[in-house]
C-alpha cells in the first residue's frame, strides 16, 4: 500500500545520490561567483508580497498566476507575505533596505538556493526549484553586460553542457519603449480576433508578453510584430551595440532574438537566455536575465541600474542526464573501521572518532555482526579501506584492507591517518 503521506505536488525529495548532482554544480556555481568577484548572501525564503508585485509587476504570470502567498496563522500580524519566486527583487530590496548603495560600486552579490512558485508541475518545472543567482548592481554597463552574460555561459561549460546557445536582445529603456509598445498594440489590435483569450486580456494588461507567448495561433502574428530591434533610441542602440562588441571580443557565440523580452516587468535594455540546442521555448529555458536599472528605485531606493542572471539548477541536472554525462553520487567513506568481536563497538566508535579528528571521512559498523557481514557492508558502501580492529590492538596496531585490491598489513594507529591521506582515491 503506498503511503498516505507524500511530498506536495510540485515538489520531490532530493535523495543523496540527487543532492550529489546538485552539490557539484553549487561548487561550481560558488568557485565562478568568487573568482569573478561576487560576494555570498541569503535573503529571506517568504518577503513582503509588494516586494514581487512591485517589483516583478502585478500583471505578470509570476504574480498573477504563480505567487505562493503566504498567511499567518497565529498573532496579530496580518502582513501579506509570499515565498520568493525569484532572488533579485529580494536582493534589490535588501540593497535599498541595507544601504548598499554606498558600498563601492558596483555591489556584485550572489545566492544560491530554493525559489517558489504555484505553477502547474511538469517535467523540469517545479513548485519548489534550486537557481543559481548573480547581481551586478551599481553599474550601468555596457562592459558588465557581456561579463555577466560570459559568466553565465563559463558555468554551463564548466558543469559539462556543451550544447548550450546564447540568445539575446534588446528590450529598450523608457526613452524608447513606449513609442515601440504603442506599435506593438496597434499590430496586435489590427490582429485581435485572431488573439486567443488569454493574449487578449495580455493586450490589456502587458502587450509586450505577447511576444513571448507559447500558443501556436500566436506564431503567424507574432511574426508580422514590428521588431523592438528596429526602434530602439540612439542611446539603447549604442549600449546593445557594445555589448556585442565585447561579447565577440570574448569569443562568446550568440543568437540574435528580437522576440526575447523575458517574463518580468523590471528588465530594460539587455535580456538573455540560454538552451540547449534545438530545445528552443519557455519550458527548455535553462536559465537567464538581463538589465534592471528601474528596479531599485521601484523598491524605494534612487534611479541604479543593475544587471544579473538566475539559472536553473534542477534542469541542468536533467539536461546533464539526458546528455548521458556520469552522474556523481552520495560520497563514500574513505574507510569502514570493523572488528573481530562483533560486540566491541565501542572500540570502533573510539578509533573512527580519531580518524574524523583527524580530517577523514571514516565510518564506524556499530552492528553487532560478524566480520564478514561487517566487510560486506563496507565494501556495498564504496569504502576504499577497511580498519579491522582485533588482537594486534594491545600493541598499538589495526589491520588496514585495501577493499579494491584485496591486500591487507598491520599498520600502526599513529601511522594511520597520514597513510589514509596518502592513499586516498584521487
Known sequence: MPPSLRAPRGTRDLLPDEQAAFARLERIARDLAARYGYH????????????????????????????????????EEREAWALRPEATAGICRAYVEHGMQTWPQPVKVTVTGPMFRYDRPQAGRYRQFWQWDIEAIGDPGPAVDAEVVELAARFYRDAGLADVELILNSIGDPACRPAYLADLVAHYRANEARLPELERRRLETNPLRLLDSKDPAMAEVNAGAPRITD???????????????????????????????????????????????GAEGQQQALGGGGRYDGLIQLLGGKPTPGIGFALGLDRVVLALASAGATRPTAAAPVAVVVGADPGDTQGRLRIATELRGAGLPVRADLAVRKLGRQLEAAVREG????????????????????????????????DLPALLRRKVRG
Request: aromatic share 10%; with cysteine.
Open 40 to 75: 555570498e548572501m541569503e535573503t529571506p525564503l517568504f518577503e513582503q508580497a509588494a516586494v514581487f508585485e512591485r517589483g516583478i509587476g502585478a500583471a505578470t504570470d509570476v504574480v498573477e498566476k504563480e505567487l505562493f502567498r503566504v498567511t499567518p496563522s497565529r498573532g
Open 231 to 277: 526602434r530602439l533610441c540612439p542611446a539603447c542602440a549604442e549600449h546593445f551595440a557594445a555589448v556585442r562588441a565585447h561579447l565577440d571580443a570574448m569569443g562568446v557565440a550568440y543568437h540574435l532574438e528580437p522576440g526575447l523580452v523575458r517574463g518580468l516587468d523590471y528588465y530594460t535594455r539587455t535580456a538573455f537566455e540560454f538552451y540547449r540546442r
Open 383 to 414: 569504502a576504499q579501506f577497511a580498519v579491522i580492529l582485533g588482537d594486534e590492538l594491545v600493541a598499538g596496531e589495526v589491520q588496514l584492507r585495501d577493499l579494491d585490491g584485496g591486500s591487507q598489513k598491520a599498520v600502526p594507529l599513529a
